[in-house]
C-alpha cells in the first residue's frame, strides 16, 4: 500500500487492556466451561453408568406398560362380568378333575 492509502485508513483506538479482576473473571469462567466438559466427557465414556441408567430407563417404562395393561384387564372384566364367571368355572373345572384323577388312585 502506499503512503496514500494507509493515511485515508481510518486509524483504530488499540483495544484497551484488561483489568486484572477482568482477567481473574474471564480465567474463572473459562475453568467453569471446561469443568462442565470435562464432566460431559466422563459422563459419556462411563459405559456401566450409562448402562444403569437405560436398564432402568426400560424397567421404568415396562412397569408403566403393566400397570396400563392391569387397568385394561381389570376394566374389561369389570363391564362384562361374563368372562370372571368362565373363569371361576374353568378354574373349579380343573380342581374338580384333579380331585378325580388323585382319588382313583388310591
Do not use: H, N
Amino acid at each position: 500500500m502506499s503512503d496514500q492509502q494507509q493515511q485515508q485508513l481510518p486509524q483504530q483506538p488499540p483495544a484497551p487492556k484488561p483489568t486484572v479482576e477482568e482477567l481473574r473473571a474471564g480465567i474463572q469462567q473459562t475453568r467453569a466451561e471446561l469443568g462442565e466438559t470435562v464432566s460431559a466427557l466422563a459422563a459419556k465414556a462411563d459405559v456401566k453408568a450409562r448402562a444403569r441408567d437405560e436398564v432402568e430407563r426400560v424397567k421404568v417404562r415396562a412397569l408403566d406398560q403393566v400397570g396400563q395393561a392391569k387397568v385394561r384387564v381389570r376394566d374389561a372384566v369389570q363391564s362384562s362380568p361374563v368372562p370372571m364367571a368362565l373363569v371361576v368355572a374353568g378354574v373349579a373345572a380343573v380342581v374338580g378333575i384333579i380331585l378325580v384323577v388323585r382319588g382313583s388312585r388310591r
